[in-house]
């Protein structure tokens, strides 16, 4: 307040003077004894001071509270973004250039896989044929009983010989006789030999005093007289 006191009385000194101080002036203060008898005598000086007063503590109070440091409770704004700068129209379309007629593809020749020809194997060597069997000869009609020789008595000789066996004499007397084939069956009734070119069953006459007894698989016996033999074929 001293301060402030102060700077009234220089301006009223100055204003005394005919010209206006600045703040910061230094102006030789009156005489202690004119002072209070120089504001006493003016009442409008003390009107000039309370309003210097008046706009003097705002003023002060403005400039005490704004010098120290405040928290400001607004948050800065962040800085706008660069605007993006405008793109330039686009040129237009220019006409699409009409396509170069290229050389025609020479033609593609498909090339045949080479053919192969294949040998056929050489046919199987033909089966031999089949050995044709002999025809047999026609049955000749059994004789009648009337020209059929009576068969021989039974012989009582079991044995069997063989042809090397028979005395001398017999086999002098024997035929000559040749197996041209034979048939042989576990049925009696279909066997067969054939002696000399011509067919005989068992039981038939092959010459005179001479029987076919029995057809075996390999040999057959024969009946000659009284002695029985065998012969092999």
Partial sequence: ???????????????????????????????????????????WAWIGVGAAVGLLVPLA??????????????????????????LPPAPPA???????????APPVVAIAPPVVERVAPPPPPPAPAPVPAQPAAATPAAPSPAAAEPAPPPTTE?????????????RRNLPALTVNGSVYSPLRADRLLILNGR????????AQDLTLEEIRLKSAVLRYRDYRYTIDY
């Fill in 158 to 170: 079991a044995r069997i010989y063989r042809q090397a066996e028979l005395p001398d004499e017999v």
């Fill in 61 to 86: 109070a403005w400039w005490f509270w704004g010098s120290q440091p405040q928290a400001t409770g607004v948050v800065a704004a962040p800085p706008a973004a660069p605007a993006s700068p405008a």
């Fill in 1 to 43: 307040m001293s301060y402030i006191l102060e700077a009234l009385r220089r301006a009223e000194a100055e204003r005394e003077r005919g010209a206006v101080p600045g703040l910061h002036s230094h102006t030789a203060p009156p005489p202690a004894g004119e002072a209070p008898a120089s504001l006493a005598a003016r009442p």
């Fill in 199 to 206: 067919p005989v069953r068992e039981g038939e006459a092959v």
């Fill in 94 to 104: 220019r006409e699409a250039a009409a396509p170069v007629p290229r050389d025609p």
